[in-house]
């Protein structure tokens, strides 16, 4: 049973341009939620994704933006990079917002320069 | 928003030894868990532990609600268990996890 899967592992970004990362949650699980974690930090909530509908969202502008698709894989789209989108943005999965079931995916690291 | 604080920061030990890592939060919580981020950035679950106290094998935890704090404990430790370590909750009507700040734990042999 594959976990929760992302790609890419590692990029690398000029500022201003615009990232999209993929995520395709565990067996089972019907809802994603996006994580950034700079260095040294803990992750904090981007966005959760149901039904293909942006469910709640954190402290983030609206230059981030996210897509579920019916097979509950989902994107993170950022525009108009900045030096300080460099981070791990991590995709999690659960049942519903059973927060029990919840797994991370290993994660995107991106490097904007 | 909550606030989640862990102490310490950082932990150097040697192996053999045993740890107790704590997470004080600042209001009624749900869900709270413990995650382990080995050196490749991956979140493993440990404990989902918002009360009560739970044991698998080496590692155990306990949540004290009504006081608002949570302790994990790490017996015999090994260099395999070095890495950081994450209390997370949600709270204040938030589905998403809130996390702290974390304990960067290193075990040398």
């Known amino acids: 049973d594959a976990g929760v899967t992302q790609s890419p592992t590692h990029l690398i970004k000029t500022r201003g341009q615009q990232v999209t990362l993929r995520c395709s949650p565990k067996?089972?699980?019907?809802?994603v939620s996006w994580y950034q974690q700079a260095l040294g930090q803990g992750p904090q909530f981007i966005f959760q994704y149901y039904e293909e509908e942006e469910r709640q969202r954190g402290n983030f502008p609206d230059r981030f933006s996210g897509h579920q698709f019916p097979n509950y894989s989902s994107e993170l789209n950022v525009n108009a990079l900045l030096l300080g989108d460099s981070a791990l943005y991590l995709c999690a999965s659960s049942l519903g917002t059973e927060l029990n079931t919840i797994y991370f995916g290993e994660g995107s690291w991106l490097t904007v320069v | 928003g909550i606030q989640v604080e862990q102490s310490p920061p950082d932990l150097i030990l040697q192996e053999g030894a045993n740890s107790t890592l704590r997470c004080n939060f600042s209001d009624s919580v749900n869900n709270l868990q413990w995650f382990h981020q080995n050196p490749w950035g991956q979140l493993i679950n440990l404990f989902y532990?918002?009360?009560g106290t739970k044991q698998n094998g080496r590692l155990s935890a306990t949540t004290v609600a009504t006081e608002r704090y949570s302790l994990l404990y790490i017996s015999s430790s090994q260099t395999t268990d070095s890495g950081v370590y994450f209390c997370?909750?949600?709270?204040?009507?938030?589905?998403?996890?809130?996390f702290g700040k974390g304990t960067h734990l290193i075990i040398q042999p």
């Open positions: 997370a909750l949600t709270g204040g009507g938030a589905d998403g996890l809130t």
């Open positions: 532990i918002p009360s």
């Open positions: 067996s089972g699980h019907d809802t």
